[in-house]
C-alpha cells in the first residue's frame, strides 16, 4: 500500500524556521496537503494543494514541493505552533486517502 | 457557521456492530464529498472512507473494506458509519470530515470526534 514518510519530531527555537518533510513516489502527481493537530483537538488544514493556505491560517506558514518530497515551512515559529503536523495525499487511483505518520513540532 | 458534529460511539465486544452518525450545518450538505477518518489513542490519523456527494461512489481502506459501510442522507444532512465485526484494532477517535470539494480528497472542516472502544 501507498505511504507518505515523515519525520517523527522536529524541533526549533522561537523565531526560527521550521521545516517539516514528507515523502512518497505519487506526489509528483498528486497534490499534497497539511494539517495541524493540538492536543485533544481535531486537525486543522494548513495547506492544501501543495502550497496554499485557507482563510484564517497565518502567513507564516507555507508549502513547496519538489519531486517525491513536499515540505511544510513555518517562519518565525511561535509557541502555539507547537502541535502534530500530518501530510496527506491520494494514492494513484485518486480515489484512497494517505496520511503520512505525523511529525511532532517542539517549540524549545 | 459550518459545523459537523459525531455520535455513536461507545464500548462494543469484539465482533459486534455499532453505527455512527455526524450532522452537518452551515453548508450545501449533498454539494460535498464526506469522510471518515479515525484515530488510535496515541497515534496517527488513519483515513477510512469516503463518499461522494450524491451517495453514488463510496471507496475503502482496505482495513475495513467489507465489514464498514459508509452512506449519507442528503434530505437529513446526515453521514453515517455502519461499523461489523469489530476488532479491538479499530478502537479509536473517529472523525467525520468535510472535503473541499466533490472528491477533492482534502478535509476542509472536522468534527470533534466520536470515540469507539472495541474490548471484551
Known amino acids: 500500500s501507498y505511504e507518505l514518510t515523515q519525520p517523527p519530531s522536529v524541533s526549533v527555537s522561537p523565531g526560527q524556521t521550521a521545516r517539516i518533510t514528507c515523502s512518497g513516489d505519487?506526489?509528483?502527481?498528486?497534490?499534497a496537503y497539511w494539517y495541524q493537530q493540538k492536543p485533544g483537538q481535531a486537525p486543522v488544514l494548513v495547506i492544501y494543494k501543495d502550497s496554499e493556505r485557507p482563510s484564517g491560517i497565518p502567513e507564516r506558514f507555507s508549502g513547496s514541493s519538489s519531486g517525491t518530497t513536499v515540505t511544510l515551512t513555518i517562519s518565525g515559529v511561535q509557541a502555539e505552533d507547537e502541535a502534530d503536523y500530518y501530510c496527506?495525499?491520494?494514492?494513484?487511483?485518486?480515489?484512497?486517502?494517505?496520511f503520512g505518520g505525523g511529525t511532532k513540532l517542539t517549540v524549545l | 457557521e459550518v459545523q459537523l458534529v459525531e455520535s455513536g460511539g461507545g464500548v462494543v465486544q469484539p465482533g459486534g456492530s455499532l453505527r455512527l452518525s455526524c450532522a452537518a450545518s452551515?453548508?450545501?450538505?449533498?454539494?460535498?464529498?464526506m469522510h471518515w477518518v479515525r484515530q488510535a489513542p496515541g497515534k496517527g490519523l488513519e483515513w477510512v472512507s469516503l463518499i461522494s456527494g450524491d451517495g453514488g461512489s463510496t471507496y475503502y481502506a482496505d482495513s475495513v473494506k467489507g465489514r464498514f459501510t459508509i452512506s449519507r442522507d442528503n434530505s437529513k444532512n446526515s453521514l453515517y458509519l455502519q461499523m461489523n465485526s469489530l476488532r479491538t484494532e479499530d478502537t479509536a477517535l473517529y472523525y467525520c470530515a468535510k472535503d473541499m470539494g466533490e472528491q477533492w480528497l482534502v478535509l476542509d472542516i472536522w468534527g470533534q470526534g466520536t470515540m469507539v472502544t472495541v474490548s471484551s
Open positions: 496527506q495525499s491520494a494514492d494513484s487511483s485518486g480515489t484512497h486517502l494517505v
Open positions: 505519487a506526489l509528483p502527481k498528486q497534490y
Open positions: 452551515g453548508f450545501t450538505f449533498d454539494d460535498y464529498a
